[in-house]
């Protein structure tokens, strides 16, 4: 059975960072496509970040390119979401998401974390 489990969410002031993680069991994420996404109070599901399985190519949207950066640790089956200068309109659950054949960078994700909340004070 696969499981993806996020964590690292949390209360932060503008301008701060954290790191999520996002830790698979099941599967060997290293090579799998893995994506961030989140959602915001009334807000649609938005892709944020994603890196390939087959060549680690990495996707960034406009709205957290040179802010966010995604990594892999192999060794711990991890993806991090490593997130720098936060805003208050950064808040939202944030998921992470992988699939073999994921279209990148954001579709055809099978399986999902439960997210992690994240929130940024003004």
């Known amino acids: 059975q696969v499981q993806l489990a996020e964590s690292g969410g949390g209360l932060v002031q503008a301008g701060g960072s954290l790191r999520l993680s996002c830790v698979a069991s099941?599967?060997?994420?290293?090579?799998?496509?893995v994506g961030w996404f989140r959602q915001a109070p009334g807000e649609e599901r938005e892709g944020i970040s994603s890196?390939?399985?087959?060549?680690?190519?990495?996707y960034y949207s406009d709205s957290v390119e040179g802010r966010f950066t995604v990594s892999r640790d192999n060794a711990k089956n991890t993806v991090y979401l490593i997130m720098d200068s936060l805003k208050p309109e950064d808040t939202a659950i944030y998921y992470c998401a992988a699939d073999f054949w994921a279209r990148l960078p954001f579709g055809g994700f099978t399986y999902w974390g439960q997210g992690t909340q994240v929130t940024v004070s003004a």
């Open positions: 099941g599967i060997s994420l290293d090579e799998y496509t």
């Open positions: 890196i390939s399985g087959s060549d680690n190519k990495i």
